[in-house]
């Protein structure tokens, strides 16, 4: 895969890429990044790539001509067809869906934001736009280095284990289950005996019943949006029943 990152701040954004798994994946050549300074694409001598928004306002406006230069570099650099993505407040919430989608993409070109926006005579230039929720960030930064992390992660070969990213939390559309490792009795508290009973069918029905769980108390909403078998139905209210006796 081929990102290339448009940004105010390039040795900000690079930093996602120098650990963790954006890094391995970079090193396997499973990734190819590069962040681009916007500033190189400015016409004026102070490198200015804002202006103040016609019709008054506070704030200003990141311009299109360098934005829209800086975009065609990018496409040029990359060599193949690439979509164009601008992190926004405005845009499609990220789902591990969407990570999933966009990162079977063979390149991509992400804009981040500055100020109060792009001036909007750049979006026939956009294919879409990502958020990361309902909140405002100072820039687009952070919330690419969000979605290269996270599609670094589904990229083959980057994981050490092939079934790690489908095992993920939301790959399934439920929470994950919960995790244990050694010791196997840490301050009084064991690991559940079927996790060491090397009985595979149980130790997946349980992660299962564990996730639904998990997901039902956390977060509901997720289960609203599936339609659960009855044998999930019934490994909820198996869940449910322990959980209330835990509880008394």
């Not at 016609?54 to 990018?74: K, N, R, S």
């Amino acid at each position: 895969m081929k990102l290339d990152v448009v940004s105010l701040f390039p040795a900000f954004v690079e930093q996602v890429v120098k650990v963790g798994i954006p890094r391995k994946a970079v090193e396997s050549g499973a990734l190819q990044f590069h962040a681009r300074d916007l500033r190189n694409y400015s016409d004026g001598a102070d490198r200015r790539v804002d202006d103040r928004s016609y019709g008054g306002g506070p704030g200003m406006v990141m311009e299109p001509g360098p934005l829209a230069d800086a975009i065609a570099a990018a496409k040029t650099a990359i060599g193949v067809e690439a979509k164009v993505i601008a992190l926004s407040p405005q845009g499609l919430p990220m789902t591990q869906a969407l990570v999933e989608q966009l990162a079977a993409e063979p390149a991509l070109v992400l804009i981040c934001g500055r100020y109060e926006g792009l001036d909007e005579r750049v979006t026939p230039l956009i294919d879409f736009e990502v958020s990361l929720g309902d909140f405002v960030l100072s820039g687009g930064e952070l919330a690419a280095m969000v979605l290269v992390d996270a599609m670094a992660r589904l990229l083959p070969g980057v994981l050490g284990h092939e079934g790690s990213a489908e095992a993920d939390s939301f790959s399934t559309g439920l929470l994950d289950h919960p995790h244990y490792t050694r010791p196997p009795l840490w301050r009084d508290a064991p690991v559940p005996d079927v996790l060491l009973s090397g009985d595979h069918a149980k130790i997946a029905r349980w992660r299962r019943k564990q996730a639904l769980g998990a997901t039902f108390l956390k977060r509901p909403d997720l289960l609203e949006k599936l339609q659960i078998s009855r044998t999930d139905a019934e490994l909820l209210r198996e869940f449910l029943s322990e959980h209330s006796g835990e509880k008394n």
